[in-house]
Every structure is written in structure tokens, then in C-alpha cells.
């Protein structure tokens, strides 16, 4: 059953159970918000997706406030304007003002939010935390003075990866997420997916790998696919100089969304080893040689003529792996069955 309602003087058409937050994205209408991510549940913490609905005393967050018929919603007006900036001013009144040497300059939610607002450091005066940076783990950075407390990392981490690392510790001014008792991350009590990294909105966890390597606007980024198992998931490459220094997550991937693992984020130092290769190897006089791939690949095209005449086409087979891609794996099979004209195809995936 279909609901109207309008926005900002539009009518809408709703199907199904959809939030006033999830309405405007689809209908491509801007609405402000910094603890919300779409892998999450809606969790109206940062209180900036306030909008006005008529009839009611007061803004609600869009972002978990269901969308009922006939509702008449405002997202942009003087006093939604003037509460945004009141929730940004008091988020920077604690936050450290290095937007010159933050890693996050230039993919900085909270950073965009306050210039959009024209909101300025400092306009509220109060205690600061001045703590230590955290780098006990080879991964990831931890900030605490650029934590907003959002939850978003805390929320990813229990709901989605279910690691049940990080949560909120303290309370009020002392409140920050952190492991249990404050203990350095490891291998024992952390997966190292970098799940809170990609989540968080501001320069308070980010990847200690790529630190200091380059900002967002020194990069090329270069959308690709993890090529360490058979799942499929894209990712981002962040390339500089030809050289990658990081991987992002890529939020609209079909397989994983922009959720990945220790391997697909991390592990992208194979790529510039002087070990890797790179054209292929033929072994001549006891030695492996250089050579072409019009050389490689017809040099294995003769090897496999001659075992077929030798042997028949029952004694070849393929083996793939699932660590490439459904339609590499699908032209190996073909070319098996009717090239060789084998049935003996079989996948690493099997056992």
C-alpha cells in the first residue's frame, strides 16, 4: 500500500516501511547527517537530519522517524539551519583544530557539515581532552580527541562484523570507544577488517598503513576486485604516483556493500613486491628466462596438443580457483569441455 506525502512543497509516492531519511536520498533531496550509515541501523545520535513535519511541536530525525500518509515534511529552513549549526558548534567546541595536517582533510563529514553551515571553531569554549594518539596495533590509528561519538564504529563492529571489539567506554565528557579495559587490539580480541576505519566521519580511526602517503585529493581512485577469494567484493584502490598506498570501500558494491575483511583492505602490499611477477618465465638451459606471451602461451598451446594426441582428451582436465572471478572461472570450463573436449574441470573450492 502506497503513502503520500510531500516534501518541501513536492508530493511523494511511498511503497513499503520507509523512514523520511531513506525518501529523500531516494528522491534525491539533501538532508545533513553525520552518525548515519546506510550498512547500520537508523540510530538519531548526531541529531542533524532534524526536519519540521507540519502539525508536530518540535523537529524529529529523519533518520528514525517512519513515514506515514499524508505527512508534509520541511527539510530546510531558518530554524533547522540555526539547530544544525548550534550541533556542529558544540561537536568542534572539543575538537582539535588541525584540519591542515588531519589525515581526513578533504573527506572530513564533520569538516564539509561545518563549512556548508558556516560554522566556525571555537564558538563554544570548554574543556579538552588532549589525549594520546593510539598506535598500538599495526593497522589502525586511533585519535581520541577527533572522536565525535557517533557509535558508528562501535555499531559496525557489534552488528555487522560481530566481533564484539570495540564499544563505548566512559561517560559523558570521558565517553570514546574502545576495547575492554583499554587493551591494545590484537590478533586475540580484533579481526583487523577495518570495518570502524571506513565508517567513521571524521580523522579519529584511519589506516596507519596508508598515513601520510597522500590526502584524498593527491589520489586516483581505481575501483577493482578483491582477488583474494571468490566472493567478488570491490573495492577502491587509492593510487598515487603509480603506487597504491590504500584501499576504501566502495558503498554501493553489490556482493559486500563496502564491508571487508583483513585481507581485502590490508593486504594490497603484494602488488609493488620485487618478488611479484610480472611477464612470464620460460625455463631454458636450466634457467628461467624472460620471454613474451605470444612465446608463453604458445609454447603451453603446443604442450597440450601434444599430450592430447599422446594420451586422449580424458587425461587433461583444468583445475580452477576460486580466487578469480565467476566469468574467468566459467571460460576455463568452456574452453575444457569444448577446446580439449574434457569433462575434467574442477575448482579449489570443492574441498
Known amino acids: 500500500m502506497s503513502k503520500e506525502i510531500v ?52 523537529p524529529l530525525a529523519a533518520c528514525t522517524t517512519p513515514v506515514q500518509d499524508g505527512m508534509k515534511i520541511t527539510t530546510e529552513s531558518h530554524n533547522l539551519s540555526r539547530l544544525r549549526r548550534t550541533m556542529l558548534s558544540l561537536l568542534l567546541s572539543n575538537h582539535p583544530n588541525d584540519c591542515l595536517c588531519c589525515e581526513k582533510a578533504g573527506d572530513c563529514a564533520l569538516q564539509e557539515l561545518a563549512y556548508a553551515y558556516g560554522v566556525k571553531h571555537g564558538e563554544y569554549e570548554g574543556e579538552r581532552s588532549n589525549q594520546a594518539v593510539r598506535e598500538d596495533n599495526p593497522f589502525i590509528t586511533f585519535e581520541p580527541d577527533k572522536c565525535i561519538v557517533c557509535s558508528r564504529c562501535t555499531r559496525i563492529c557489534n552488528d555487522v562484523v560481530m566481533a564484539g571489539t570495540i ?64 566472493t567478488g567484493c570491490n573495492f577502491y584502490l587509492h593510487v598515487k604516483d603509480n603506487r597504491v598506498i590504500r584501499v576504501s570501500s566502495d558503498y554501493e558494491a553489490p556482493v559486500n556493500r563496502g564491508n571487508l575483511c583483513i585481507k581485502g583492505r590490508y593486504g594490497y602490499d603484494f602488488i609493488h613486491s620485487t618478488d611479484r611477477l610480472t611477464t612470464p618465465l620460460i625455463r631454458k638451459g636450466g634457467t628461467f628466462e624472460k620471454v613474451s606471451w605470444d612465446e608463453a602461451l604458445n609454447l603451453v598451446a603446443s604442450k ?16 580452477s580457483s576460486s580466487r578469480c572471478t565467476n566469468e574467468e572461472n566459467y571460460l576455463l570450463s568452456k574452453w575444457v569441455r569444448c577446446a ?5 574441470v574442477d575448482n579449489c573450492a570443492r574441498v
Open 167 to 230: 564499544n563505548l567506554t566512559g561517560r559523558g565528557f570521558r565517553a570514546m570507544p574502545d576495547t575492554a579495559f583499554g587493551r591494545p587490539r590484537s590478533l586475540e580480541n580484533c579481526e583487523f577488517c577495518g570495518q570502524c576505519v571506513s565508517t567513521c566521519p571524521t580523522g579519529a580511526l584511519t589506516d596507519r598503513k596508508g598515513r601520510g602517503k597522500g590526502r584524498s585529493s593527491d589520489v586516483r581512485k581505481v575501483k577493482t576486485t578483491c582477488s583474494y577469494c571468490g
Open 304 to 319: 597440450f596438443k601434444e599430450l592430447i594426441e599422446k594420451y586422449g582428451p580424458e587425461q587433461v582436465g583444468g583445475f
Open 7 to 58: 516534501i518541501n512543497g513536492t508530493e511523494i509516492q511511498v511503497y513499503g516501511e520507509k523512514t523520511i531519511l531513506d525518501v529523500c536520498r531516494q528522491a534525491g533531496i539533501y538532508v545533513p547527517t553525520i552518525c548515519h550509515d546506510e550498512r547500520l541501523e537508523p540510530y538519531g545520535g548526531c541529531r542533524l537530519c532534524m526536519v519540521e513535519i507540519q502539525g508536530m511541536a518540535k
Open 340 to 344: 580439449i573436449g574434457s569433462n575434467n
